[in-house]
Nanobody, 114 residues
Framework: QVQLVESGGGLVQPGGSLRLSCAVSGSIFRVNAIGWYRQPPGQQRELVATYTFGGTSNYADSVKGRFTISTAGAKNTVYLQMNNLKPEDTAVYYC????????WGKGTLVTVSS
């Protein structure tokens, strides 16, 4: 059974940094991409960053230059390095994997506040 488990969320002051991790387990065929999405309070879920297994990274305009997506361990761990965090980055962050179907983690909460 495929599982995605996020970690690394928490409370951080504006201008601070956090690194989120997504651990992927289980047998997965034909993986196309993995990415991070977020859902701010009272808003819809939105794309933050994606990494395709052709080696292409894509970012939302609001996080370009501040966030970096990367992989490790034969791509069974995906990271999101978040720098210069802003209050508007406050959200539940989800990991998503695209294969023959989509898989989602349960999310980790990031709160940016002084």
């Amino acid at each position: 059974q495929v599982q995605l488990v996020e970690s690394g969320g928490g409370l951080v002051q504006p201008g601070g940094s956090l690194r989120l991790s997504c651990a992927v387990s289980g047998s997965i065929f034909r993986v196309n991409a993995i990415g991070w999405y977020r859902q701010p309070p009272g808003q819809q879920r939105e794309l933050v960053a994606t990494y395709t297994f052709g080696g292409t990274s894509n970012y939302a305009d609001s996080v370009k230059g501040r966030f970096t997506i990367s992989t490790a361990g034969a791509k069974n761990t995906v990271y999101l390095q978040m720098n210069n965090l802003k209050p508007e980055d406050t959200a539940v962050y989800y990991c998503k994997l695209d294969a023959l179907r989509q898989y989602w983690g349960k999310g980790t909460l990031v709160t940016v506040s002084s």
